[in-house]
């Protein structure tokens, strides 16, 4: 089971999110303000956190980004309706890991359309980033 923060500001998307997660037997804490998010991020630790571009207090973007200035290396999954292929750049190069458009499947995102929330989830171990990418020291697969 991973610990994954959710932070989206719609309450039918974010619903749907949280419901898809806990399905999967995850924790989940569901924020809807982007300040909000970053300060309990510097608190607590989570294995994934997935972002909506849009939020009160700060935008996606620049959680994202704070997050990676405090060296908070937490895999991060930018969703958004704003899904051209600039829009998806910026967001990777704000230092999200993967970026999904809305609308999505909620299977997709569960299990993670990429490595990096896929390995979020599944792997037990260390995460950080080198040059905007992932990369993951594991010392055990979880089970089950």
Not at 38 to 45: G, P, Q, V
Not at 121 to 136: D, M
Request: net charge neutral; charged share 25%; glycine share 8%.
């Amino acid at each position: 089971m991973a610990q994954i923060m959710v932070v989206e500001d719609d309450a039918e998307t974010a619903a749907l999110i949280c419901a898809a997660l806990k399905a999967e037997r995850h924790a989940v804490a569901h924020l809807t303000d982007g300040r909000k998010a970053l300060d309990r991020l510097c608190a607590e630790r989570f294995d994934a956190v997935t972002v909506d571009r849009m939020l009160p207090g700060i935008d996606g973007l620049t959680l994202v980004a704070r997050m990676r200035a405090r060296q908070i290396a937490t895999p991060v999954l930018v969703i958004s309706a704003l899904g051209d292929v600039d829009e998806r750049i910026a967001g990777l190069r704000a230092g999200g890991d993967d970026y999904l458009g809305k609308p999505f499947s909620p299977a997709e995102m569960v299990t993670g359309s990429t490595s990096c929330y896929a390995a979020a989830v599944n792997i037990r171990g260390t995460a950080f980033c080198v040059q905007g990418r992932l990369c993951l020291i594991w010392s055990s697969a979880r089970h089950g």
